[in-house]
């Protein structure tokens, strides 16, 4: 029997950062027998009937690290093709000495812009670190390997809702590393040049930190006098989304280099146009769509430009983005190279 050993956070659908982790769950467990996932919580009745989910929940961080061991150990006797740590390194630091000792190997799947020692530790015991590029990792190993991401196609489609003005979307964390003063800064001088703009921002604020950086950023808008064109809204469920970028001329990213948001191939699968500053994006978006990460000018520019295409050519450009998003980053990929990564 092959089985897999899937360890995360939550199985949530609702869950507004990791309910994407579901349909990856979802692919996984179409290409093996069974799935064995390890969370503090699964939500009942959203995985396939070939996974398993186990519990390690418990009041202290201690107690969840010994049930963590102890459900792993017991997974490892009928050795699973490998144990997916999914993005917290503290899985496979955890893993790998029981895992690797017994011949299954260890994949942390991370994506992130943050290099901590508890990473570094994970790259030194983990057998190979997946992500969507080898650039989307902060560490230089030849551990690593870009698979691409894994979008759920069929949440996703290129339907669009008219609108007299052009819509500007912004998804994702309320967090500094989301650039969003220029972002905001850039649609204020767009503004001033003449272009009629509405932008509309989801995400959820998630610590006290980035609590304080939404009032920042609604008191900015109130400075820059945005408040007739901006709405910074609060995370959404994931079942919304598709419906946000129905209604999305534009999709707009700053997240600094280094992790590829998910939120900008989610609007490339609906065929929405991205304007994004991380370099690691140079696979799915063309120059005329990344601007600098600080310059509000370069964005203004590129949003007046966008906007002054007719919407015919939005169109044909959206579709084109949509179909690298198929080649390179749907789900179905990201499973098939995960199972390769498995393999060895």
């Known amino acids: 029997m092959r089985r897999l050993v899937f360890v995360t956070q939550q199985v949530d659908p609702g869950h507004p950062a990791l309910a994407a982790t579901v349909p990856m769950i979802r692919a996984l467990a179409a290409r093996v027998d069974e799935v064995v996932v390890l969370a503090d919580r699964a939500v009942p009745g959203t995985l396939p009937p070939n996974c398993r989910t186990r519990s390690f929940a418990a009041p202290f961080r201690a107690g969840r690290g010994v049930r963590f061991e102890s459900a792993l150990a017991q997974e490892l006797v009928h050795r699973p093709l490998a144990v997916v740590a999914h993005m917290c390194p503290i899985y496979a630091v955890l893993a790998a000495p029981i895992a690797r000792p017994a011949g299954v190997p260890v994949l942390l799947w991370f994506t992130h812009w943050r290099k901590t020692r508890l990473l570094r530790l994970a790259a030194r015991l983990s057998t190979r670190i997946v992500s969507v590029d080898k650039r989307s990792v902060p560490i230089d190993s030849r551990k690593v390997r870009g698979i691409g991401h894994g979008i759920d196609l069929s949440e996703f489609d290129c339907r669009r809702e008219p609108s007299p003005d052009f819509r500007v979307l912004v998804l994702g964390r309320y967090s500094v590393a989301k650039g969003l003063e220029t972002i905001l800064r850039g649609l204020r001088l767009a503004l001033d040049g003449g272009l009629d703009a509405r932008l509309e921002a989801h995400g959820p604020a998630l610590t006290g930190t980035e609590r304080q ?74 120059e005329e769509l990344r601007f600098d990460r600080e310059s509000p000018e370069e964005l203004a520019a590129k949003l007046a430009g966008l906007a002054a295409q007719p919407d015919e050519d939005r169109a044909a450009l959206g579709r084109r983005l949509r179909e690298v998003v198929e080649r390179r980053h749907s789900v179905d990929s990201w499973a098939d190279r995960i199972i390769e990564a498995a393999r060895g």
């Open 213 to 286: 950086h939404r009032a920042s950023l609604e008191r900015l808008v109130a400075e820059l006098d945005l408040g007739r064109r901006v709405r910074l809204g609060h995370a959404v469920l994931r079942s919304e989304v598709p419906d946000l970028l129905a209604r999305a001329d534009v999709l707009v990213n700053n997240m600094r280099a280094g992790a590829p948001d998910k939120a900008v191939y989610e609007a490339a699968a609906s065929c929405v146009p991205v304007l994004a500053s991380n370099p690691v994006f140079d696979d799915l978006l063309p």
